[in-house]
Structure formats: structure tokens, C-alpha cells
């Protein structure tokens, strides 16, 4: 079943059990990936958003509500920060499982050495085996700096 098909049941689930913060969650993903649709048309006609587009969109969306929940937390807005981490919980639901700091370390070797990387210039080739193996598991922006340290 594809991220989409699950996202679409889950709707349907919420709307039975009368689960209006869950449904309000679901909704605002079912419209992000259409917002992503759109733009993805409007650049190369008919475009198709993947399993692995949604993951990404996904993964961003966790990013922004915990930005979110830590602003909502400093400000002393600790109901509306609540809410957000609620919101992070039902993404979550349809992310695969993080990967472990040891896991991360050795897909990260596995990368450099199946992009023959030797420098710091190769690090977008190590990036993008990454992705396409570990989008959604991984959170890239502290890998990047692993990277980094491992490559220099």
C-alpha cells in the first residue's frame, strides 16, 4: 500500500471514530502533497509525487512543528505547543523508523564508499546515495556535517 493509499485510509478512519485532531492533521498533509502536485505541474506538466517526495514532505513537516512547538514554548504558549507535537505524532505515524546514531554512521560509510568519495568535493555524490536509500530514516542536515568532518 503507498503512503498515499495509507494517508487516505487514515482519513477515512478519523472521520469514522470522530477524531477531529487527527482528521485536521491528515488533511493538512493530503493538502501539502497536492500543493507539491501543483507546483510540479505548473514546472513539467504532469508530474507524479513519489513515495519518496512525500517522505521528504513529510520530514519537513516534522521540522517545522518542532521549530513551532519550541517557539510556542519560549513564548509560554504551552497549548498551542501541545498541539504541535500532537501534530508531529500523527506525521510520524506514516514515516519509517529513524535510524539509530550507529546505523546512521554505517550507512554513511557504505555511502563514501559506494560514491568512491575522497574529498569534501564529492559530497554531493555521498548526499545523494543517501537519499535515495535512507530518505525519511535520516535527519540530513546532521549528516551533512558528519559528512563533512569524515571527508575533509
Wanted: cysteine-free; proline content about 1%.
Amino acid at each position: 500500500m503507498s503512503l498515499r493509499e495509507q494517508l487516505q485510509s487514515g482519513i477515512k478512519e478519523a472521520m469514522k471514530a470522530k477524531m477531529a485532531d487527527r482528521l485536521s492533521t491528515l488533511r493538512l498533509i493530503n493538502a501539502a502533497i497536492k500543493d507539491r502536485e501543483i507546483a510540479g505541474r505548473s514546472e513539467a506538466g504532469e508530474v507524479e509525487v513519489t513515495d519518496s517526495d512525500i517522505l521528504a514532505l513529510l520530514g519537513k513537516m516534522v521540522k517545522q512543528r518542532l521549530e513551532s512547538a519550541r517557539a510556542y514554548q519560549e513564548g509560554g504558549r504551552l497549548e498551542l505547543a501541545e498541539k504541535e507535537l500532537a501534530e508531529i505524532k500523527v506525521i510520524e505515524e506514516f514515516l519509517p523508523r529513524q535510524l539509530t546514531t550507529a546505523e546512521v554512521d554505517t550507512a554513511i560509510a557504505a555511502a563514501i564508499a559506494e560514491a568512491g568519495a575522497t574529498s569534501i568535493r564529492d559530497m554531493g555524490r555521498v548526499m545523494a546515495v543517501l537519499k535515495g536509500k535512507y530518505t525519511g530514516q535520516m535527519d540530513f542536515g546532521a549528516v551533512g556535517t558528519s559528512l563533512k568532518g569524515r571527508l575533509s
